[in-house]
């Protein structure tokens, strides 16, 4: 079973739902000796398998990370000191629509948004149900094709899908926000937590958005963790260099996990607006916003974000859906201010360059004395 003492660098690519996450990047962490992780919130059953099979064919020469052919034994030929592959997923609630008078709402505030310079005139249509996929369909090419990890954000997933995979040897990781949330993932079995700060890019893994949210920071909830856990602690949110992963390290976590950072490397599926927001736009900041998907998540502040200020939103994930199509358009047309352009709050420290240099830099940046 993985265990972070089998990395070369203590470092985990963030799982990033919506194309980020390519095989490519995944692989070229995996093979520098980090974990290379899937972003599969949203994915069929069929691109997952496609995925895991892709990243298994680009780590089987040379690389170390991968589990031999799809339904054998689990990774006899992942050695000490190599890099592993890691498939995330969201734990959904279940979820309806609102009243009628909300939908509306929802509605109004997505009609009024002022799209210039360009023009998107598609109403939204309000989703219908089923509203996310099922968990246990989205894991069945995990079962088959074995990544090393298995890690969940939202929340607790069955408990038949935890004894599975380690039935499998497959390691679980579920993101806290608190000790609260990270005694409950000790007691479901998970083998390590990640630590997610407030400064993290992308959504919030709190489990109930409607609790009270402690809000702290990376450095604190790492220590608070560390402190208050048996389990291996993963810290995430504003990681961006050698020494913030080191003062992780030191705070006791086993590893960083870095999403924002890896988002301009070169194998990264960020859109360009994204990576041109991240480069070029970087005196914006990045706000917590309920606007996009109906849960809290940090992203570069944007045209759509500001309409969205005291609108009325669509639970998630059905928000998510309703403002599927105005995204879509905004990619297509390159439009940065109606896209989701999740990023921590140290953006402004991104770094472009192919991710195999990323990582051998970060390795470096670790060792250095400061
Ligand atoms: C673009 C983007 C997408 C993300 N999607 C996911 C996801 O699908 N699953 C998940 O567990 N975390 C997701 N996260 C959160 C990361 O796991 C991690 O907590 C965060 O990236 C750490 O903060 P940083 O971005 O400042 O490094 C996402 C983050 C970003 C930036």
Not at 53 to 71: C, E, I, K
Not at 156 to 181: F, N, Y
Not at 286 to 304: C, D, E, K, Y
Request: net charge negative.
């Amino acid at each position: 079973m993985f265990s972070f003492s089998d990395l070369k660098i203590p470092i985990i690519q963030a799982p990033m739902a919506g194309g980020v996450c390519t095989p490519e990047l995944v692989a070229a962490v995996a093979r520098a000796g980090g974990v290379g992780s899937f972003g599969f919130a949203y994915s069929t059953p069929q691109k997952i398998a496609e995925d895991l099979m892709a990243a298994r064919a680009l780590t089987s020469n040379g690389g170390r990370a991968g589990n031999g052919s799809a339904g054998g034994n689990v990774s006899p030929s992942r050695q000490a000191r190599g890099g592993a592959i890691n498939a995330n997923f969201f734990v959904f609630k279940p979820v309806a629509l609102p009243e009628s008078d909300v939908q509306q709402a929802a509605m109004q505030a997505l009609q009024k948004i002022p799209v210039s310079p360009d023009v998107f005139d598609a109403p939204p249509e309000m989703p219908s149900a089923p509203f996310y996929p099922d968990l246990h369909e989205q894991i069945a090419p995990v079962w088959q094709y074995k990544p090393d990890i298995l890690t969940f954000h939202f929340g607790i997933p069955d408990a038949s899908i935890v004894e599975q995979a380690h039935a499998l040897g497959i390691a679980v990781g579920m993101t806290a926000t608190c000790v609260t949330e990270a005694m409950a993932i000790e007691t479901a079995g998970a083998d390590f937590i990640v630590a997610q700060g407030i400064e993290a890019g992308g959504h919030r893994g709190i489990f109930d958005v409607n609790a009270d949210d402690e809000q702290l920071s990376t450095i604190e909830l790492t220590k608070q963790l560390v402190k208050h856990c048996s389990r291996p602690v993963v810290a995430a949110g504003a990681i961006m260099d050698g020494t913030d992963i080191r003062v992780m390290l030191n705070a006791g976590a086993s590893a960083a996990q870095m999403g924002t950072a890896f988002l301009c490397c070169e194998e990264s599926g960020a859109t360009p607006a994204h990576k041109d927001f991240l480069l070029n736009q970087t005196q914006r900041g990045s706000v917590l916003t309920m606007g996009f998907s109906g849960r809290p998540a940090r992203g570069i502040r944007n045209a759509f974000i500001d309409h969205m200020q005291d609108k009325t939103v669509l639970p998630f994930p059905i928000q998510n859906t309703f403002t599927g199509g105005m995204r879509k358009w905004a990619a297509q047309t390159n439009n940065g201010e109606y896209q989701s352009l999740w990023a921590g709050t140290e953006y402004h420290r991104v770094r472009a360059m192919p991710a195999a240099a990323f990582m051998n830099a970060l390795a470096a940046e670790m060792t250095h004395e400061s």
